[in-house]
């Protein structure tokens, strides 16, 4: 089985990742308590975990790699959301999380892209994936600051990534919700094999001097 973990070049760390991996597909959970049948197992596992070879980063880079050799010749929709992972329940227990969208809570956030074949609809892996914690409140300046200095860059980043990962495809159609409705990415990210498709939330300017929502409104239906 491949954990999509990299090579640690240490066996037991190597086996206690093909395990890790084995027990969640099993048992579709990420909790340690529920992916182990003793205590020696959950020591296991929490010693796999803190061990400074596993990272996101060597994660999502590892599953990368794999997308793209099984991306290439075809056309690979790159799907991308934000999740909000709320732990308020268990904030007695979780340190070092930071606040999620309601200002009060704790807990993180993860932006994942996710590579789906066009034509068979076959997932292909992940593509990226973004971690992070929100730990302070939005600059006074914030509407001013550079796109790199938002969280809201992610969507330029998984668009990014997408393009660099899926470079074998022969075409790559970048999908989002309305949050990824940004100018820059629009201005970035297009290219001869690579396309947007986001829900629009803003009613933006087109080429012919119209507008997008009342030029859509007047289109008829698809069937």
Known sequence: MDTGLGNFGDKRLERNGELFVERVSERQTVCIRNLTDDRAEQARFQRFL?????????????RAMLVAATARG????????????????????KHGLGKVGNGTDVGLFVHPVLAVD????????????QVWRRTKKKAANYKRLPIEKKESYRWVKGGDQ???VLAEAIMVTV??????????KWARLPDARTHLLTRASR?????????????????????
């Open 50 to 62: 803190s061990n400074d070879a596993v990272t996101v980063e060597e994660m999502v880079s590892h």
């Open 74 to 93: 075809r056309h690979v929709l790159a799907i991308q959301d934000t999740s909000e992972i709320n732990y308020q329940a268990q904030c007695g227990r």
């Open 118 to 129: 066009a034509r068979t609809h076959e997932c292909l892996g992940l593509v990226d994936a």
């Open 162 to 164: 997408a393009k660099e």
């Open 175 to 184: 999908i989002d919700d309305r949050e990824g409705d940004i100018y820059e």
């Open 203 to 223: 009613d933006r300017s087109l080429a012919d001097g119209g507008r997008l929502f009342p030029t859509l409104a007047g289109l008829p239906a698809a069937t």
